[in-house]
């Protein structure tokens, strides 16, 4: 599948990304000085809890942060800074250089449209090829993803495959214009883990064959495990821990790593027992707020209470993710 | 409501403490990032705004709540207030506003100012009043729709049908004029196109809070109906259908100036703003005829409508998270 | 009668409706005994959210039966339900919706001591009515079980790992601890972690992970005989599961409630349960004790589903992928002890 290999070899090097989104006459500081590099052939893992800002790092690559959000720092890929580039220039970049694997497929589809044209207009727009190209570009990266008899699959709508089939299609399109850097957020986390299994390992196989770099978001340690050659740890809008996955996962340094893992069944000083359990609940208090009158959301009190001694509380941010 | 208060009450946040470890990526505080201190020592001017529901924080939010507080007042008051009185009939016909007529003289001689206040009450309050029984009327059709199912269900909803297969207005006229002109009579036959609408939405919101996870664990304590309608399912059921009786009363007034202004509501000498513009048609030339009463029509629904966005904003869910 | 189990499912098929109908479960039967918990695990659409309704009467099946301590169990259907019935308790999934928004948490854990309160009281009438008729027949059988988990089966807990610390005293003593279970909301609340004050607040102002503890709470002030959890943690934060789920089996150890905890994840169910029952598309195809189901999975299904659980032990292990389109028996495979 060599037409679907990138050409060359990229980094992508994150300096000092903020991101502040106003609210009222209040700023919710989103990514606080975020710094990260990573490049082809390698999986960059970054885990954190719901609300920490994983995924808006993911956004900001692709320039699909909130439009009222303050965003500085830069977002390297190679010698283009991606933070500063708007409109046309950012389009041409978003889906050609950079490709996106959602949360869920049966959103990120078109629910209206077959796969194929789905497929072959992203092609076509992107590469500017003729349609019997775009739709032999189609066919291949089906292939490449395992998708059963790709070419009967091009004129099948998207509620037609199961889930996990369907996030191998969102991949696809991901893959369909030869992308340099993936980003793939949470793409496991709405699927069986017996499907699961399947996709992380494709994944991990498109890094080795075609050379691509991944940034993998996702709030599950085990899976981080099984495919990130790297792990950042995110909370609360800074990277808490970085290094190599055996490091973090084995010998974690930053009290918060080691309250994740403590917090997590199977892992080493995980929860492996039910005393694990029972520790767990003793040591840690229950997830009680700093008083009755903090507001839900994630405030500057809130995000800049002490880190305290490990494990630290880790349930205090209410809401979605950001 | 219970917001919480405000965070200007907490105290002063500590910076995160830096992790010692040797992947130390957690960067000091940078110095892009605002100092979460330096938001609290805002003007005391942010605590009146603040002081209002953060719904109304926004300029038409606040002109629409001053417009439709300023004519329920008229409503209430304006006979008392007027320099003429409305029916009499002791000035100059057709006379352009001056210091005397401040908005002119109709073709009668009566004051056009006057009868534009004494109209306030006529056609505001008996908005209120439409909107409140089909409210009344429809949200208990649309319960008992709702919570029994079945052929009753069948029935209401059958009805709300037949009635909303007609345009609106030729069903209100042939009400109207079925029931005979007078104003109650135009009250009446709005109300008996203005039902179904709430029927259905209160309908379906039943239905679907009918099978949420809430008052299904209600049901399982041992809620009887009654209970379980009044304590988990009205109550929910009463925003949304409050929101949308407020977009409803300049509809309302709409309808009703539309009715009298066909002749099928106020009769002759009374003071009210459709039937005013009625007149002001057969003199088009005498321009302050018609266009007083109208920017008063307008005025209303406008203020009634942006009034009712306002409260959508502050009932909605997700709004009332933080 | 320590022989009867205090819930069990019988035959049950449920179809939905659809062309041509969906069977979601297709001849389920199981037994749930008095303290025990039992993890009932499977993926998206084995049916075991399915059977979590139809325990609870919330879904009527087309064929079999839910017996509550030998009786048959009725659907609840438009008319409220008997305390009788309201032993049988459940938390939803959804941190979202499992409160209503609307109303303060502590009143909707009151409406769970209420509900206990009437239930003891209905209890009390049926025990004097049925020994009042017994001394006119003059029989000599026993008086009904009380509300209470004095009968059946005291579970060894040298048979987990490390069973829960209070099952083993309140079994001995059930009365101690329905005397210790807290008695008003505020002290409920305080049970699960949060203060008094926190009573006249929202939903809205608690975390997903303290909504379910409130959820967990308002079910068990009810002191149900067998709690119901559907995925009660599976919305939640990794650190915030493992809690959740301690706290909800803590609670129901104190009060010797039987527990049924449906979740697809497995890595926190085998912690906790006593027992593992595996579903496959509307089939139980293993069960048996959690050890000896986690250690030595015998069903081609359940070796598949734990071989897929990533280990988070940083060896950047890939799982086991199951090959695609592949469909495994659904005949249940019986564990010879």
Excluded at chain 2, 169 to 178: D, H, Y
Excluded at chain 2, 272 to 289: C, Y
Aim: charge should be neutral; glycine fraction near 8%; hydrophobic fraction near 45%.
């Amino acid at each position: 599948m060599s037409e679907l290999a990138p050409s060359g070899d990229t980094t992508v090097r994150i300096e000092q990304l903020t991101l502040d989104i106003p609210v009222e006459d209040d700023v919710n500081h989103i990514l606080r000085g975020i710094d990260l590099t990573f490049g082809s052939g390698e999986i960059q893992g970054l885990a954190g809890e719901s609300g920490s800002g994983k995924t808006m790092t993911g956004l900001a690559m692709i320039g699909l942060e909130p439009p009222n959000a303050r965003l500085s720092g830069q977002i390297w890929l190679n010698d283009l800074d991606l933070a500063q580039l708007r409109g046309r220039t950012l389009n041409a970049i978003r889906g050609r250089r950079v490709g996106t694997v959602f949360q869920d497929p049966s959103t990120s589809l078109h629910p209206q449209l077959t796969v194929g044209s789905q497929l072959t207009d992203h092609v076509r727009h992107h590469l500017k090829v003729s349609k019997a190209e775009a739709r032999q570009r189609a066919v291949a990266a089906l292939d490449r993803v395992g998708v059963p008899e790709p070419s009967r699959a091009l004129s099948r709508y998207p509620h037609e495959f199961s889930g996990g089939q369907r996030q191998r299609v969102a991949i696809a399109i991901a893959l369909a214009c030869s992308p340099e850097v993936l980003i793939a957020d949470e793409p496991t986390t709405a699927l069986d883990v017996t499907v699961q299994a399947g996709v992380l390992r494709l994944i991990r196989s498109l890094v080795d064959d075609l050379g691509l770099a991944v940034l993998f978001i996702t709030h599950d340690l085990g899976v981080m495990s099984a495919v990130a050659d790297r792990v950042a740890v995110m909370r609360q809008g800074q990277i808490v821990e970085h290094g190599p996955r055996a490091e973090i996962m084995t010998r974690p340094q930053h009290p918060y790593t080691q309250a994740l893992l403590a917090a997590l069944p199977g892992a080493r000083g995980g929860l492996n027992s039910r005393a694990d359990l029972a520790r767990l609940s003793e040591t840690t208090d229950p997830d009680r707020r700093s008083g009755p009158t903090a507001p839900a959301t994630t405030t500057p009190t809130q995000l800049s209470e002490p880190a305290g001694p490990a494990p630290t509380d880790l349930d205090q941010t209410g809401g979605g993710d950001a | 409501m219970s917001e919480p208060p405000s965070d200007l009450t907490q105290t002063p946040p500590t910076p995160v403490p830096a992790a010692a470890d040797r992947r130390p990526t957690v960067a000091p505080a940078s110095p892009a990032s605002p100092d979460p201190v330096s938001l609290l020592g805002r003007p005391r001017r942010r605590r009146l705004w603040r002081a209002i529901p953060k719904a109304w924080r926004t300029p038409l939010g606040l002109v629409a709540g001053v417009v439709a507080v300023a004519w329920l007042v008229i409503a209430v008051v304006g006979p008392s207030i007027v320099p003429h009185d409305p029916l009499a009939q002791d000035l100059p016909r057709f006379q352009p506003p001056s210091s005397t007529a401040w908005l002119g003289t109709d073709e009668l001689g009566r004051d056009v100012f006057s009868r534009v206040i004494a109209g306030a009450r006529v056609t505001i309050l008996l908005s209120l009043l439409l909107v409140c029984l089909s409210m009344l009327i429809g949200s208990i059709l649309g319960v008992v729709a709702g919570f029994f199912g079945r052929w009753v269900d069948e029935v209401i909803m059958r009805l709300t049908d037949l009635v909303m297969a007609f345009p609106t207005v030729i069903l209100a006229m042939v009400t109207a004029a079925a029931l005979g002109a007078s104003l109650l009579n135009a009250v009446l036959a709005a109300l008996v196109v203005s039902w179904p609408s709430y029927a259905r939405v209160v309908r379906s919101m039943v239905l679907s809070l009918r099978t949420s996870e809430f008052v299904a664990s209600g049901r399982l304590l041992g809620f009887s109906p009654v209970r379980s309608m009044r304590v988990d399912i009205l109550p929910n059921v009463a925003g949304p259908t409050l929101v949308m009786a407020s977009l409803d009363i300049g509809t309302a007034a709409l309808l009703l100036s539309g009715l009298s202004f066909l002749g099928l509501g106020a009769k002759p000498p009374m003071p009210e703003w459709g039937s005013m513009v009625a007149t002001a048609v057969q003199n088009f030339d005498k321009w302050w005829l018609g266009l007083f009463p109208g920017l008063a029509i307008l005025t209303v629904v406008m203020a009634f409508n942006f009034l009712g966005d306002a409260l959508r904003d502050q009932l909605d869910p997700g709004a009332t998270k933080a | 009668m320590p022989d009867q189990p205090l819930l069990s499912a019988r035959d049950i098929v449920v179809d939905y409706p659809g062309t041509p109908p969906v069977r979601a479960v297709d001849g389920v039967s199981f037994d749930l005994w008095p303290g025990e918990v039992v993890g009932l695990v499977g993926e998206s659409g084995c049916g075991k959210s399915t059977m979590a309704r139809v325990l609870t009467g919330l879904i009527k099946p087309q064929s079999g039966q839910v017996l509550y301590r030998g009786r048959p169990l009725p659907p609840l259907g438009l008319r409220g339900r008997s305390p009788e019935w309201t032993g049988i308790q459940m938390v939803f999934q959804d941190p979202g919706s499992s409160l209503n928004p609307r109303r303060r948490v502590g009143d909707q854990v009151a409406d769970g001591i209420a509900t206990a309160r009437l239930r003891a009281a209905y209890e009390r009438r049926q025990t004097a009515r049925s020994a009042r008729s017994l001394t006119a027949t003059d029989s000599t059988a026993a008086p009904p079980r009380s509300l209470g988990p004095e009968a059946g089966p005291v579970l060894d807990p040298t048979t987990g790992p490390g069973a829960y610390p209070d099952r083993d005293t309140v079994a001995a003593a059930p009365r101690a601890a329905g005397d210790q279970a807290p008695a008003t909301p505020e002290a409920w609340l305080e049970r699960i972690g949060l203060t008094a004050r926190d009573a006249s607040r929202f939903p809205r102002h608690f975390s997903g992970g303290q909504r379910q503890r409130i959820a967990a709470a308002r079910a068990m002030a009810a002191h149900p005989n067998v709690l119901i959890g559907d995925e009660p943690i599976s919305a939640l934060d990794a650190s915030t599961q493992a809690k959740v789920a301690h706290l909800m089996c803590v609670m129901a150890a104190e009060l010797g409630t039987s527990l049924l905890f449906i979740s697809h994840d497995l890595s926190i169910v085998r912690l906790v349960a006593d027992r593992l029952i595996v579903m496959y598309q509307g089939h139980v195809v293993e069960r048996g004790p959690t050890e000896q189901v986690w250690s030595d999975p015998l069903h081609p299904y359940t070796k598949a589903l734990l071989g897929a659980i990533p280990a988070p032990d940083g060896a950047g292990r890939l799982p086991e992928a199951a090959p695609p389109g592949v469909t495994y028996s659904l005949t249940e495979v019986v564990r010879s002890d």
